[in-house]
Nanobody
Framework: QVELAESGGGSVEAGGSLRLSCVASGDIIRRACMGWVRQVPGMGREGVALINTDGIISYKDSVKGRFTISRDNPKNTLNLEMNNLKPEDTAMYYC??????????????????WGEGTQVTVSS
């Protein structure tokens, strides 16, 4: 059983920054596709950033140039640096892993392990 624990959420004004972190159990960070997925109540989940074991990164168009995903293998940590935040970035943010993908990513929300989430609120 993989455990993913997010931290770093909070409330900021538009234009502000936050850094989310996800600590994983074991060494899943270096063996799986990892991603950040967000969800607004009443809406479906939206993947915003992915990184596979080869270091290939993908971003949703809406966050390109503002969000940066990174992986710290020795610390078993996945990070998401979020700059120039907008009110539409307000959501619960989840750390996710695809353990059975052989290190490859299979889509924006195709994951088999999820954290509990951390809330990000951006006010205008």
């Amino acid at each position: 059983q993989v455990e993913l624990a997010e931290s770093g959420g909070g409330s900021v004004e538009a234009g502000g920054s936050l850094r989310l972190s996800c600590v994983a159990s074991g060494d899943i960070i270096r063996r799986a596709c990892m991603g950040w997925v967000r969800q607004v109540p009443g809406m479906g989940r939206e993947g915003v950033a992915l990184i596979n074991t080869d270091g290939i990164i993908s971003y949703k168009d809406s966050v390109k140039g503002r969000f940066t995903i990174s992986r710290d293998n020795p610390k078993n940590t996945l990070n998401l640096e979020m700059n120039n935040l907008k009110p539409e970035d307000t959501a619960m943010y989840y750390c996710a892993a695809l353990r059975r993908g052989g290190g490859l990513c299979g889509g924006w929300t195709n994951f088999d392990s999820w954290g509990e989430g951390t809330q990000v609120t951006v006010s205008s």
